[in-house]
């Protein structure tokens, strides 16, 4: 199993520009998240989703849109970045169950907007 | 909103001795709290998860305690390494959302030998 993937791992953008960050996991899991983490900052929640079809807003949504067509697949979208979007982005997954409930996280997309 | 706070920033300790690494929390009371531990460029990997109704919990030289009264956990490594060295991360949950964590700054170690 490769466990969660995220592509593209460094991307640099200017300010207006739009881009998808993609994630995938190959685990069956229902729940998938954004978070994003920024320096002296935890990671903060952005959007999650428990299964196909079903997404909703954590933290700090505005600025992103994401979508849930597959189990496999959440992308991350930014529709017109700012520098403010500069951060280091985390995709998880999880099996939703209440015993358990760990995150397994990918290994992050480092995004800077000029 | 829930507040999570772990103790300091940074905490450097000898090899062999514990660590001992803090996560106060305010308002809602979580079913449950994870320990993850991240280095530098990679993200978090998950240790330890432990629920409201239990009071310590361990893994090998990993221990972990959660009190309720003073919403409080505490994260132990006893022998510490050098190779425990890493940024050790907090979390918790209210239950009633599954998945939704909300997660500390965390606090960075460094074990020197």
């Known amino acids: 199993n490769a466990g969660v993937t995220q592509t593209p791992k460094f991307q640099v953008l200017k300010t207006g520009q739009s881009m998808t960050l993609q994630c995938a996991q190959d685990?069956?899991?229902?729940?998938m998240s954004w978070y994003r983490q920024d320096p002296g900052m935890g990671l903060r929640l952005i959007h999650y989703?428990?299964?196909?079809?079903?997404?909703d807003q954590g933290e700090v949504p505005n600025g992103y849109n994401v979508s849930r067509s597959t189990t496999e697949d959440f992308p991350l979208r930014l529709l017109s970045a700012a520098p403010s979007q500069t951060s280091v982005y985390f995709c998880?997954?999880?099996?939703?169950?209440?015993?358990?409930?760990?995150?397994?996280f990918g290994e992050g997309s480092r995004l800077t907007v000029l | 909103s829930q507040k999570i706070e772990q103790n300091s920033e940074a905490l450097n300790i000898q090899e062999g001795k514990t660590a001992t690494l803090t996560c106060n929390y305010t308002?809602?009371?979580?079913?449950?709290l994870q320990w993850y531990r991240q280095d530098p460029g990679r993200g978090p990997v998950f240790l330890l998860l432990?629920?409201?109704?239990?009071k310590e919990k361990r893994k090998e030289r990993l221990k972990v305690t959660f009190d309720t009264t003073l919403k409080q956990s505490l994260f132990h490594i006893t022998a510490s390494q050098p190779a425990d060295s890493a940024t050790y991360l907090c979390?918790?949950?209210?239950?009633?959302?599954?998945?939704?964590?909300?997660f500390g700054r965390g606090t960075q170690l460094t074990v020197w030998p």
């Open positions: 989703s428990v299964g196909a079809g079903i997404t």
């Open positions: 308002n809602y009371s979580p079913a449950y």
């Open positions: 432990i629920r409201e109704n239990e």
């Open positions: 979390a918790l949950d209210r239950g009633s959302t599954l998945g939704r964590l909300y």
């Open positions: 685990m069956n899991h229902e729940y």
């Open positions: 998880a997954s999880s099996p939703l169950r209440r015993d358990t409930g760990e995150l397994f």
